[in-house]
Structure formats: structure tokens, C-alpha cells
């Protein structure tokens, strides 16, 4: 009977989910509603959580709540502590979620919202949440050990060397795309720049408030820096039309990258106490609200997604990215379906705090389907906005030109209904001078978020306030990820150069510090500059260039998954991680490819290079450089990209070759051959 | 499919800190009694237990609060320094536990990157 209520109850689900799908699909010519998209999207994910993560955690893992985990074994208190599951959800979650399922989905909505819709959703049912469950798995079998270290106890000291030095080069580029996003969307905006750089004293204030006043009081300090920073976006417009302030915080974008770059290296040479840590709690607290709102919002608002299920520019030629749906959508959408980095968060301090092995399952498959409904919701508020808009904000000026009427023109020939009217309003709404051209992500998210929310409230007289606060959000996050990352990359910068020097890895002068944290700072800054001042929008190169990484990256963790699998004798169920390994492989190996040696200069990096040194040949000044040394720069900087897409996909093969020697080992052994930690034999007294 | 007995009060299992605060506190019911009324006798701990927890509703209420603010502390990575205390007393008895303070700021060290764990524990992206 229990049986037969089961069933009726999975057959409504996937009825329900299937008809959504229909709704989105087959409604071509209509505006459909957000309702559908969210229903198909929680029937998917119920559908996987129930019975795929179940095979995968009884089957395939056997996990086995008799075992230990590493909280149990070497409790402590403090790194090691049995937490419950559900605050470690939480936890798990805030440490994955981030500001890439807002960015890819938005970018991606330029070929519809059904594409992006169909690979968020299967892309995070077979490979991104199989991929975190899976390091979570294999990482608390192992005492909570880092990705590095497993890979080099499972594969060998090179291979592990060559999964930190690709970690380190995916680091440089993530932190110089999400960079770039803030300076699109803060140029030539007073109100947004004041209001971010009201942050830094309040996070300063807040720090000393808790290291000196009342130490540990989080609550207390969150609610006033929270407060403070809201006062900030209100009086933030009046600044920004003050006359002598106004024009003063009216930053370009290369000043704003080089106040970026200072900003980077400055707050990671500080004590985290002072600037970091507060600013994450306020960052963290701010981006868990903004979710929970923007899902509650959606639902009660039910938006009509305006954007077509499909447009024209699946054939490649998109003013936002170019490049054809496949591969390019596939790795524009890196982190709402699959995220490499997610393998170094399930592998940190997630593991330490799990109490039964049962729970990973909740943990590591569950919190990653709630990032990819932010996805969703980011793609949502990208599709809601009249498709006119949405191309005038993320067209690069080079294809849309810098007003309102070439704007709506070229975008009207497009098909897509706009006047030069709509455009100034949008703005006025907002308290922008220019919509045009802010690419990024950020922006758009700003304002379908702003959408929405003056749509609850039938009202558009809060938008600006709105605007700047979905901009705040994304600005305060990406620069707590900047600080944080800057910092990551000069520790895996000395563990590099330690691998060759020894001498060099431990240094804890401040001298070591200072040239560490020069070099990470300046290996991003170039590419931060490179795109500000590329005519094409910068987020155009960096943001595949990342998905490439990105994808590679959660390729190599699944390769070190499906050797483990291997050696603990599961090949009948390798299966589970070849399969989103083969496609991330796939995908990112024929983007990369593409990236490098495609014949149109818009894809090709070294097309373009030729381009330019062709003219410089020739002695002609090509559009966007306007002399001769830069178009000398402009070809240098797409040879770095070539060469650092090719490093990625190098060491992909690599990662790939040694996965392929170690299978064919383990294949040779009779019995399970993996270093697990503490098996249901070993099993000693709680410690 | 959802299984939510790690917040429904009628499974919920005493940690280490309940339980010693509940000691505690039951032993200063039973010196605050003695010497009130010499001649009484306390109410026996199973007793103290169920009275002292109020409703089961309530202590539900509570416990769920309880676990959204350890949530939201550990989102930004600051343990439950009264587990930490329990765990010491219970197992080490002999070792002066962190002060509060300091425990704070282990944490907040162990939060971000630093020396020998260059990764971090958050995703940039």
C-alpha cells in the first residue's frame, strides 16, 4: 500500500515536471510563465535527489553509517566536530554558492532561456552534484584531506602537482573575470562606486568593533554594518548627484581596475580580522537573503519570461559571447551545473564536520542542486527583462555603439522591439546615466532583480534602491572573493615555487608576503586591464577562457573519482562518473580548441593575434587600438590567452593519461587498492 | 523523501553541551533546595529533565532556533564554542580549554586561507 502511494506519488512528479517542460518548449511565439521553469526545475531536482542520489549513495558509495567519519574518529572540538546535518547543509552551501551561477546563466540567456534551462538542469543532475558528492565521499574516507593531497596519494606526486598548478591558473582567471564584472558595473557610476566604497570603512569599523569591543558578537555586528551599508545606498544617490562629489566618483574603467588592483593587493596584506572576515559575514549573510528573497519573490510575482525559448544567435554569432551553442554554452554555464572549484570546497573543511556517512548525501548532492536553482533564478531574471534590454546591456559597444538610438537600432534589426526611449527610461528607473553595454552579469541581475521586485510591489519608484542593492550584493561578494582568492593564490604561489626552491615555500617575512601577493595581484590585474580595455567587453574572452578552466577542472576531479572508484574494485558503476566526464571533456576540449586556433578572429585567439600583425605589417591602426604599440599589445595579450588556454587543456590530457595508467593498474589487482581511512575493520574507540 | 529528524524534537538527541548545562543546572536546583528547605526531598533528574525543557513544542521551537544561529555562525565558519567546551571537559579534563576569545579567533584564522592550506575553504565563484 505504502509502495503504491510511492509511485503515485513519483508518477505525479514527473508528470508534473514533464509538463512544465512541454510548456517551455512547445509555447514558441507566446511568452511563457517563470512558474513553469520553477516547477520543471523542482521536479528535476526531486526526481534526481530521490532515486539517483540514493543509487549513487547505496550502490555505487555503500555508505555505511557503522563507519567513523573523520569527526568522529579524531573529534576535537574544533576542526573536527560531528555537526548536525542540517547546519552543516547550511554551511556547505554558503561555501559553495557564489557569484558564477549568477553571471554564466545571465550571459548564456543571449541563445533563449530553454538551452541554458536544459543544461542546468541535466548538467547538474549527472555531473556537478554527482561531482561534489563524490570529493565529499572520497575526502572524508581519507580524514578530510585537500583535492591536492588526494590526488597525489592516488596518483602520484607529479599528477598532484599538476592538479595544483591547473587550481592556481583557473584561481588567476576566475579572480580577474569576477573582477572585470565589478568594473563593468561600477564605470561611470557614482552612486554604485560610493556605495561600495562605503563598505570598507563600515567593514573596518566592524572589524575592530569584534576584535576589541565585543568579541564574537556576530548577530550584533552583521545587523549594524547591514544597516550601515543600506544608509550607504540611500544616501548614495544624493552623493552621486552632488556636484563636486558626483563627477569625483565618475570612474572609467581602467581607473577603476587600477583602484581594484590596489585595493587587492592592500586588503591581502592586512590581518584578516580588519577587512576580510567582516566584510565576508557581511557578504555571506547578505547572499543567503538575497537568494531566499529573489526565490520568494519569483514565486509570488509569476513573471512572464519575455525572452524567446530560442533566438537566432544559437548559430554563433552573439553580440554577448560568441561561438555556437555547442560547445559554448556549455562551459559559458560553468557553476549553476558543474563547478570545478566545488572539488576544493568538498574537499575543505566540509569532510571534518560530517557526523554519519549518510548524510553526505544531503550534503554534498543536495546543497549543489540549490546552487543550480540560483542558476535558474539568475537565468529567470535575465529572461524577464524585454529582450531589447537585455541585449543593450550586454551588447559590446563596439556592436551597439554608445547611444540610445544606434543602440536600438542595431538591436531593432536584430528583431527585437526597442526605442531609444526605453532605453533612457530604464536608466532614469534605475538612477543610471547609460544602461549600454555593461556585460557581466551583474547589471542585468540588478535589474531583473529590480524587475521583479517593483512587480511585487506594482510600483517602480524603488528601483534605483534596488538596483544598487542587487549591485552592492554581487560588488561586496566578488570583492570578499578577490581578497580571499589573492591571498589563496600567494600561498599556492609559494607552494609552486617551493616545489623548485624549497627554501622559498615557508617564508613567513614579510618580504615573502609582499612579493607573493604582488605577483597573484598582477597576474590578475593584467587581465582585468587587457579587458577593460577591450573593445569587445574583455568578459567576452575571460568568461570562456574561465568556463574552459572551470570544466576542466571538475573533469579532473571526476578523473580522480573514477580511479578511486577503480581501485576500490566499483568499475560496474564507473559508469556514474565517465559519463559527465566524458561530456566535460568533450565540451571543454572543443571550446578550448576552438578558442585557440578558430579562423574568426570574434572565437580564434590566435586569429585575431594574426589580424593585428597583419596590420602592423601593413602599418594600418586596426578599430579599437589607436596606434601602432597598441595593436603590439593587443596581439601580445591573445598569445598569453592561447598559451593559457593550451596550458589548460594540457594539463587535462595529462590529468587524463595518468587516470588511464592508474585504471589499467588497478585493473590488474584483485582486491580494492585505494588509501581509505578508518574501514568498518578498523574500528577503534571514539578518540 | 525529506527526513527531518534532525529538527523534530521527538528524536532529537541530547549533545554534550545539553547535557552538561542540564547537570549543571540540576545541581543547583538540588544546593539551591537544600538550603531553602533542609528537609524536602529534590525531584528525581529524569523528572528535571522533562519539567525543565517546558513543552515539547516549545523545546522544539527552541532547539530549531538553536540550530538556525549555529547554522548561520557556521556559515561564516565560527564553531560552537559550547561544544567545544563540553567536548573538552568530557575528554580532557586535565587541559585548560581556549577562552572563549581565543576560540573565536582560531577560528576565524582557520576560516581563510594561510599557511599549508592555500585553498581555502570557499568557492570564489
Known amino acids: ?687 | 523523501m525529506l527526513d527531518l529528524s534532525g529538527i523534530l524534537p521527538s528524536t532529537r538527541r541530547a549533545s554534550p553541551a545539553d547535557d552538561a548545562s542540564l547537570q549543571d543546572a540540576y545541581e543547583q536546583y538540588v544546593a539551591g533546595l537544600r538550603a531553602s528547605q533542609p528537609g524536602s526531598t529534590p525531584m528525581q533528574p529524569d523528572d528535571f529533565r522533562r519539567l525543565s525543557l517546558g513543552s515539547d513544542w516549545l523545546s522544539g521551537v527552541k532547539d530549531a532556533a538553536k540550530k538556525v544561529v549555529q547554522t548561520c555562525r557556521l556559515m561564516v565558519g565560527i564553531h560552537d564554542y559550547e561544544y567545544y567546551l563540553a567536548h573538552m571537559r568530557e575528554r580532557h579534563p586535565e587541559a585548560t580549554p581556549l577562552t572563549r576569545n581565543a576560540f573565536y579567533r582560531y577560528c576565524l584564522e582557520a576560516r581563510y586561507p594561510g599557511e599549508g592550506r592555500p585553498g581555502g575553504s570557499r568557492c570564489p565563484c
Not at chain 1, 558503476?573 to 585557440?596: H, N, R
Not at chain 1, 605589417?617 to 601602432?628: E, H, N, R, Y
Request: aromatic content about 10%; overall charge neutral.
Open chain 1, 1 to 687: 500500500m505504502n509502495n503504491l502511494k510511492q509511485w503515485v506519488i513519483w508518477l505525479a512528479v514527473t508528470l508534473v515536471g514533464a509538463g512544465s517542460f512541454a510548456m517551455l518548449a512547445l509555447s514558441r511565439g507566446e511568452q511563457v510563465n517563470a512558474v513553469w521553469l520553477v516547477l520543471a526545475a523542482i521536479a528535476c531536482y526531486s526526481i534526481a535527489y530521490r532515486f539517483y542520489s540514493k543509487f549513487i549513495a547505496e550502490r555505487v558509495f555503500e555508505l555505511d553509517d557503522t563507519r567513523l567519519t573523520p569527526a568522529q574518529r579524531r573529534n576535537d572540538g574544533l576542526d573536527y566536530v560531528p555537526t548536525n546535518r542540517w547546519v552543516l547543509f547550511g554551511h556547505h552551501f554558503a561555501a559553495i554558492a557564489g557569484a558564477g551561477p549568477l553571471v554564466g546563466p545571465i550571459l548564456a540567456a543571449q541563445m533563449g532561456f530553454l538551452p541554458g534551462t536544459i543544461w542546468i538542469l541535466v548538467g547538474v543532475m549527472l555531473a556537478g552534484a554527482v561531482q561534489d558528492f563524490l570529493v565529499l565521499f572520497i575526502s572524508s574516507r581519507r580524514d578530510g584531506r585537500s583535492l591536492g593531497e588526494i590526488a597525489k596519494q592516488e596518483l602520484g606526486p607529479l599528477t598532484g602537482i599538476i592538479v595544483m598548478i591547473g587550481v592556481l591558473g583557473v584561481m588567476i582567471i576566475i579572480l580577474s573575470a569576477l573582477a572585470l564584472v565589478v568594473v563593468k558595473a561600477l564605470a561611470e557610476s557614482p552612486w554604485g562606486v560610493f556605495s561600495i566604497a562605503a563598505t570598507i570603512p563600515i567593514a573596518i569599523f566592524m572589524g575592530v568593533y569584534m576584535r576589541f569591543i565585543r568579541p564574537g558578537r556576530i548577530a550584533e555586528v552583521s545587523v549594524i554594518g547591514f544597516v550601515l551599508m543600506m544608509l550607504g545606498i540611500i544616501y548614495g544617490e544624493n552623493v552621486a548627484a552632488s556636484p563636486t562629489w558626483g563627477p569625483l566618483l565618475t570612474l572609467t574603467g581602467p581607473q577603476l581596475t587600477l583602484a581594484l588592483v590596489a585595493y587587492g593587493f592592500i586588503a591581502s596584506v592586512l590581518p584578516v580580522w580588519l577587512l576580510l572576515a567582516p566584510r565576508d559575514y557581511l557578504s555571506t549573510f547578505l547572499k543567503i537573503g538575497v537568494i531566499a528573497g529573489l526565490g520568494i519573490g519569483i514565486l509570488f510575482s509569476m513573471p512572464e519570461l519575455k525572452m524567446p525559448a530560442l533566438t537566432r544567435f544559437i548559430d554563433g554569432s552573439g553580440p554577448v559571447f560568441a561561438g555556437q551553442l555547442f560547445p559554448f554554452l556549455f562551459i559559458t554555464i560553468a557553476c549553476g551545473a558543474c563547478s570545478g572549484f566545488h572539488a576544493l570546497v568538498a574537499s575543505g573543511t566540509t569532510p571534518k564536520l560530517i557526523e554519519k556517512e549518510s548524510h553526505m548525501r544531503l550534503i554534498g548532492y543536495g546543497s549543489m542542486l540549490c546552487e543550480s536553482a540560483v542558476a535558474i533564478m539568475a537565468l529567470i531574471c535575465a529572461s524577464v527583462l524585454d529582450p531589447g534590454i537585455y541585449f543593450a546591456m550586454n551588447a559590446p559597444a563596439a556592436v551597439i555603439g554608445s547611444t540610445v538610438q544606434s543602440a536600438s537600432e542595431v538591436i531593432n534589426g536584430w528583431g527585437f522591439v526597442i526605442t531609444p526611449e526605453m532605453l533612457t527610461q530604464i536608466a532614469k528607473d534605475v538612477g543610471e546615466h547609460s544602461i549600454l553595454s555593461r556585460a557581466g552579469g551583474a547589471p542585468t541581475f540588478a535589474v531583473g532583480m529590480s524587475h521583479i521586485i517593483a512587480e511585487i510591489f506594482n510600483s517602480r519608484a524603488m528601483m534605483g534602491f534596488w538596483y544598487h542593492f542587487a549591485i552592492l550584493f554581487e560588488a561586496l561578494f566578488i570583492l570578499t572573493a578577490v581578497d580571499a582568492g589573492t591571498r589563496a593564490c600567494r600561498f599556492m604561489v609559494q607552494d609552486t615555487v617551493g616545489i623548485v626552491v624549497p627554501g622559498l615555500a615557508r617564508s613567513t617575512s614579510w618580504f615573502g608576503n609582499l612579493v607573493g601577493t604582488a605577483v597573484a595581484v598582477s597576474s590578475w590585474g593584467f587581465f582585468v586591464y587587457q579587458g577593460v580595455t577591450d573593445p569587445l567587453g574583455g568578459i567576452n574572452t575571460l568568461w570562456p577562457l574561465f568556463g574552459i578552466g572551470n570544466q576542466m577542472l571538475a573533469s579532473m576531479a571526476l578523473l580522480l573519482g573514477t580511479v578511486v572508484l577503480f581501485k576500490m574494485k566499483k568499475q560496474h558503476y564507473a559508469w556514474v562518473t565517465v559519463l559527465p566526464t566524458v561530456w566535460l571533456f568533450i565540451t571543454s576540449m572543443t571550446a578550448g580548441w576552438q578558442k585557440i586556433f578558430h579562423e574568426s578572429p570574434a572565437i580564434g585567439f590566435l586569429a585575431t593575434a594574426n589580424k593585428f600583425k597583419a596590420a602592423i605589417a601593413d602599418g594600418t591602426v586596426l578599430a579599437p587600438a589607436k596606434s601602432i604599440e597598441d595593436m603590439g599589445r593587443i596581439v601580445f595579450n591573445n598569445q598569453i590567452n592561447a598559451v593559457l588556454c593550451g596550458f589548460f587543456m594540457l594539463v587535462a590530457v595529462v590529468m587524463l593519461i595518468s587516470t588511464i595508467i592508474h585504471i589499467r593498474k588497478a585493473l590488474g589487482q584483485a582486491h580494492p587498492t585505494v588509501h581509505e581511512v578508518g574501514g568498518p575493520a578498523a574500528e577503534g574507540a571514539r578518540a
